[in-house]
């Protein structure tokens, strides 16, 4: 998927990694018995399939999901581009695609910048503008000089003034 991406092919490195991610899964899909008889067959003892929380397929799918989250995210900002109803459909199921592996990476890593901050940018297109805001602050508190994430700090924290302000305003009319 990594090297169809680089070269622009956005959709089909969605397709697989997305398929990486299902062939990842099937490891949690065995039950410890069945993880048991394929080492033995194997000719092995023990431990030796990844087992969730293993570092090493944690790796994996933390991988993935940021991926995915990525490629999803450029789906989107292409499909934004376009008019109609039907784009702006589109992008909002690829935005919460982004969301989704967001979630699923963070929940692998709860630290991990590059999720916040992806979330974050999906959350803001979706005009969840405090929950990106939320988002964009627990990253900047991981990486406070990460140019990008001041750029989108500053950009949601401008976009929540602007909210307030019009509500006060909307309030004032209706009340008096």
Same mark, same amino acid.
């Given at each position: 998927?990594?090297? =169809?991406?680089?070269? $622009?092919?956005?959709?089909?490195?969605? #397709? !697989?990694? /997305?398929? *990486?991610? /299902?062939?990842? $899964?099937?490891?949690?899909?065995?039950?410890?018995?069945?993880?048991?008889?394929?080492?033995?067959?194997?000719?092995? #003892?023990?431990?030796? =399939?990844? !087992?969730?929380?293993?570092? /090493?397929?944690?790796?994996?799918?933390?991988?993935?999901?940021? &991926?995915?989250?990525?490629?999803?995210?450029?789906?989107? @900002?292409?499909?934004?581009?376009?008019?109609?109803?039907?784009?702006? %459909? *589109?992008?909002? #199921?690829?935005? &919460?695609?982004?969301?989704? &592996?967001?979630?699923?990476?963070? @929940?692998?890593? $709860?630290?991990?910048?590059?999720?916040?901050?992806?979330? *974050?940018?999906?959350?803001?297109?979706?005009?969840?503008? %405090?929950?990106?805001?939320?988002?964009?602050? !627990?990253?900047? %508190?991981? @990486?406070?000089? %990460?140019?990008?994430?001041? &750029?989108?700090?500053?950009?949601?924290?401008?976009?929540?003034?602007?909210?307030? @302000?019009?509500?006060?305003?909307?309030?004032?009319?209706?009340?008096?």
């Amino acid at each position: 998927g990594n090297d =169809l991406f680089k070269h $622009g092919n956005t959709a089909p490195a969605v #397709q !697989r990694w /997305q398929k *990486a991610l /299902q062939h990842c $899964g099937k490891f949690f899909d065995l039950s410890e018995d069945e993880k048991n008889e394929v080492d033995s067959r194997n000719g092995r #003892q023990g431990c030796s =399939l990844p !087992r969730h929380g293993t570092t /090493q397929v944690d790796a994996t799918a933390l991988s993935l999901h940021l &991926n995915l989250a990525m490629g999803h995210l450029k789906l989107a @900002e292409a499909e934004l581009k376009k008019e109609g109803i039907v784009a702006r %459909d *589109a992008a909002e #199921q690829h935005l &919460n695609k982004v969301k989704s &592996n967001c979630s699923s990476a963070l @929940e692998i890593d $709860g630290a991990c910048v590059k999720a916040l901050f992806r979330r *974050a940018s999906a959350l803001e297109k979706l005009k969840d503008i %405090d929950e990106a805001f939320k988002d964009c602050k !627990r990253a900047l %508190d991981i @990486e406070p000089d %990460d140019k990008m994430i001041i &750029n989108l700090y500053n950009r949601l924290k401008k976009a929540r003034t602007a909210r307030i @302000e019009k509500e006060k305003n909307f309030a004032k009319r209706m009340f008096g």
